[in-house]
């Protein structure tokens, strides 16, 4: 069982930044391709961006390229989002996902849901104008 714990949501103005952080204590994540997806209200959860296993790759959806920016410190087990010029569009609850089945190449990048196999509880962020 892996478990994801996501932080740094919150309650910013249009243009303001935030961080998000999904932390795991499982010692593979290095291991696992990852990616961070949003649901607002009555919409489809979509990807925001995803990460290959080594972080050499990324994937961003349109809307937040050149805004967001994903990382993650295999060290800490951690992967991060962080945000800026955030618009009251981004108003969303943000998961983030992980990857643990099957092979995932050091630069390989998933982009649909059904592509993950663990989910982190979500946490809100909300822009407002």
């Known amino acids: 069982q892996v478990q994801l714990v996501e932080s740094g949501g919150g309650y910013v103005q249009s243009g303001d930044s935030l961080r998000l952080s999904c932390a795991t204590s499982?010692?593979?994540?290095?291991?696992?391709?990852m990616g961070w997806f949003r649901q607002a209200p009555g919409r489809e959860r979509e990807i925001v961006a995803g990460i290959s296993t080594s972080g050499t790759s990324e994937y961003y959806t349109e809307s937040v390229s050149g805004r967001f920016t994903i990382s993650r410190d295999n060290a800490k087990n951690t992967l991060y989002l962080q945000m800026n010029s955030l618009k009251p569009e981004d108003t969303a609850v943000y998961y983030c996902?992980?990857?643990?089945?099957?092979?995932?190449?050091?630069?390989?990048?998933?982009?649909?849901?059904?592509?993950?196999?663990?989910w982190g509880q979500g946490t809100q962020v909300t822009v407002s104008s």
């Open positions: 996902a992980a990857r643990v089945k099957g092979y995932n190449s050091p630069t390989s990048v998933y982009t649909g849901p059904d592509q993950y196999h663990y």
């Open positions: 499982v010692r593979t994540f290095s291991e696992f391709a």
